[in-house]
Structure formats: structure tokens, C-alpha cells
């Protein structure tokens, strides 16, 4: 006989096959919100499955509707629409008080465009980090930290851009930025490419820096790819893209080892499966993450090979060059021999 396993309720009934959940849920007394009646026209009974998720039926053509609208992921589903046939199934109500009500309304209303649950998804998480930046800012003026920041902050944002990324969260000196929202399979190679200009554009900024305040800026590259959860947070008129998971957390960590193996830039085993085939990496390091147990290997990445299209520019470059160097010596040869004449004929 089906079984549900109500959360947060932390209740579980038996049900009879092809049971729909919102009426099992109503006839064990369970406050299963249906705002509409249970005609697939709002989304205030939508539950999601977190087990057992190959029990329940298919979606209605009245549910798919709505999904589409909502972009529902698969395991989001309309307890007025769904059956339950066989097995045990474990969800989670997701329409709890008046404040859950509200944002389920806007959205059917199209005021609001936002996903609570969010979408899972393999993407590639960066961290980076000024080093030694708090004694180097307590030497300067407020304005000029926040010119520093800004100038690096710039040319960082430019340089993950360029690279199909987003800088998604700011942290004091450090920023976090995400790749791969719209195409995973390019996510790895796109973050480890940024991480190389990013350390080129740093070398690149520190000659004005010193002339500046007589100090150079150095900065720690973490990059890890992994399943999370990527949603909008914030209030509903300043919300921003943003993932949440155990991968940002081990990003974060991977980004934090540089400083005890002195190194700048650090990838995951999992990241480097991917790029291993272009990356250039000086060495393999074995690092205790906090919070996790035993030694991860960690690689240190020096560099990456220019992309199709920029060896096409240098090549482009060289050939100009190769030109201009023959039209200068027939230049030079024109000369001489116009000397020689008028020397001859005088």
C-alpha cells in the first residue's frame, strides 16, 4: 500500500493506489493549502518530492501548463494533479503561512518570476581573494581602498565576463563567481581560463599599483565543480542569481589552501578530470579541508593554452609584422640606392 511522509509535518499515512495527495492530505487532517480548490489555477498546494518521486503519475496537461509558466523543475509538483501509485513517497508542503501565499500569488499573477525551491545544476564555482589586502588598506585613505577595489574589481568582472561567467557576491576584498548557468559542459574550461587571465591582469595593474603605493597585489584562485542549487535570493525588487551547496562551501576552502601551500591558484580533482587535457599544472598537492575528512588532492594551475581564435590573432600579428619588416628593408634599399645615384650624378 502507498505510504506519504508529510514534511515539516513529520507525518506519515497510508493511502490507497492512484490517491491523489492533496485529497490523502485533507482526509488525515493535514493543513495542505489549495487556495484555488484544487484545479490546477495556482500553485499554493505545489509540493516537492524529495523521495520516491518514480511513484507519482505523470503531470496533467492543466499541471504541465502551469509548470511551464513557473518552470517547475521536475520533482515540483501540484498536489491537486498528482497520484500517488505503489512505493513510498517523502515530499515537503511548500505553502506554510500567509508569507509563502503571497509570493505563489505574485508569481501566478506575473509579478514575480522567482523559483523558491530553485534549480539544481553542475556549474563551476570560483573564489578569489586579495592576499595580505587588510595591512595594505590600513596604509591608505578610505577613498583610495575603495579606488583600489573598484579598479581590480573592474578589470576582474571584465575578465569573467569575457569568459561566460558572472560575479554573483562580493566579500570584502573577494568575490565569488559562478560558470556554466547556461552551458555546464563549457563551465570547467571557462573558469580555469578566467582564473590564468585574471592572474596575467594582475601583473598587468600591480606596475600602477606600485607607482601608486609602492606595494603589489597578489590573489588566491580556489575553482571546484559540483552539483548545487542555484536560485534568486534577496527581497523580491533587488534579488540576485546565487548557488548554494556543499560545492560553494569546498570552492571557498579550495581558494583559503593556497595560502597554506603557497601557491595562487588551486583547482579540485574533479575540476581538473575536465580541463586536464589543456590545463598546464606545476604540481598535484594532497590538503586538509576543514569540515571534510582525509586529504584532497588539489592542482596548482600555471597556465592554459590561447583559444583557436587568438592564435589566429597572433598568427595575424606575425604575419603584419613579417610584411611590414620586408616593406621597411625595400624602404631602406630605395634609400641607398637613391644615395648612391645622387652621389654618381652630382
Known amino acids: 500500500m502507498p505510504h506519504i511522509h508529510y514534511l515539516p509535518d513529520d507525518r506519515a499515512i497510508e493511502i490507497a493506489d492512484d490517491d491523489i495527495i492533496l485529497e490523502a492530505s485533507l482526509r488525515a487532517g493535514i493543513p495542505h ?172 595593474l600591480n606596475p600602477y599599483f606600485e607607482t601608486l603605493y609602492s606595494q603589489r597585489l597578489r590573489i588566491g584562485i580556489g575553482i571546484h565543480c559540483g552539483l548545487v542549487v542555484v536560485g534568486n535570493l534577496g527581497e523580491s525588487k533587488t534579488q540576485t542569481v546565487t548557488a548554494i551547496g556543499d560545492a560553494v562551501n569546498l570552492a571557498s576552502r579550495i581558494e583559503s589552501a593556497n595560502k597554506k601551500v603557497g601557491t595562487n591558484f588551486l583547482i579540485s580533482e574533479e575540476t581538473y578530470e575536465e580541463v586536464k587535457e589543456l590545463a598546464i599544472v606545476n604540481r598535484r598537492v594532497l590538503v586538509e579541508i576543514p569540515g571534510k575528512s582525509g586529504e584532497y588532492p588539489l592542482y596548482e594551475v600555471v597556465g592554459m593554452p590561447p583559444l583557436p581564435a587568438e592564435l589566429e590573432e597572433v598568427a595575424e600579428v606575425k604575419k603584419t609584422n613579417i610584411w611590414q619588416r620586408f616593406v621597411n628593408k625595400l624602404l631602406a634599399l630605395y634609400a641607398a640606392v637613391r644615395d648612391w645615384l645622387r652621389r654618381i650624378l652630382s
Open 33 to 204: 493549502t489549495h487556495i484555488c480548490g484544487g484545479s490546477a489555477r495556482c500553485s499554493t498546494c505545489r509540493v516537492l518530492i524529495v523521495e520516491g518521486l518514480e511513484f507519482c503519475s505523470p503531470r496533467t496537461s492543466p499541471e504541465e501548463e502551469l509548470a511551464k509558466k513557473l518552470q517547475l523543475e521536475p520533482q515540483v509538483r501540484l498536489a491537486c494533479q498528482t497520484q500517488i501509485a505503489g512505493g513510498k513517497v517523502i515530499l515537503r508542503r511548500l505553502a506554510i503561512d500567509s508569507e509563502d501565499l503571497e509570493a505563489f500569488n505574485n508569481q501566478i499573477a506575473g509579478k514575480a518570476t522567482v523559483n523558491p525551491v530553485g534549480k539544481e545544476k553542475k556549474i563551476a564555482i570560483l573564489f578569489a581573494d586579495i592576499r595580505g589586502f587588510t595591512p595594505f588598506a590600513e596604509s591608505l585613505l578610505p577613498y583610495d581602498v575603495i579606488y583600489v577595489l573598484n579598479r581590480y574589481f573592474q578589470k576582474m568582472g571584465y575578465v569573467i565576463n569575457r569568459n561566460g561567467g558572472m560575479i554573483n557576491n562580493y566579500m570584502g576584498d573577494g568575490f565569488m563567481a559562478l560558470f556554466g548557468l547556461e552551458n555546464p559542459e563549457k563551465a570547467a574550461h571557462q573558469a580555469v581560463r578566467a582564473g590564468i587571465e585574471m592572474l596575467e591582469e594582475i601583473e598587468k
